[in-house]
Nanobody, 123 residues
Framework: QVQLVESGGGLVQAGRSLRLSCAVS????????MGWFRQAPGKEREFVAA???????NYADSVKGRFTISRDNAKNTVDLQMNSLKPEDTAVYYC?????????????????WGQGTQVTVSS
């Protein structure tokens, strides 16, 4: 079984930075594509970024150039560095692990999900 636990959310002013972290348990981490998704109130969940075991990445257009996804395969963690935050980045952020679809942005192609961490960006 794979478990994902997010941390690092909080309240931050627009223009500032925040770093999210996801700790992954389970022997399948090395095979997993790791992704970050977010869901704002009243909106559908949306893709943010994903990364493969070898470090290939994929980003949503809305976060390109501001967010960076990284993973530490020795520590079984995946991070999301968020810079130049905007109020529209406010959402619950979820870490996800996918076992078979590569750098997909489709949430239903991820197999395991964390509980989420709240990020609130004030203007």
């Amino acid at each position: 079984q794979v478990q994902l636990v997010e941390s690092g959310g909080g309240l931050v002013q627009a223009g500032r930075s925040l770093r999210l972290s996801c700790a992954v348990s389970g022997r399948t981490f090395s095979a997993a594509v790791m992704g970050w998704f977010r869901q704002a109130p009243g909106k559908e969940r949306e893709f943010v970024a994903a990364i493969t075991w070898t470090g290939d990445t994929n980003y949503a257009d809305s976060v390109k150039g501001r967010f960076t996804i990284s993973r530490d395969n020795a520590k079984n963690t995946v991070d999301l560095q968020m810079n130049s935050l905007k109020p529209e980045d406010t959402a619950v952020y979820y870490c996800a692990a996918g076992m078979g679809y590569g750098l997909t942005a489709r949430g239903y192609e991820y197999d395991y999900w964390g509980q989420g961490t709240q990020v609130t960006v004030s203007s």
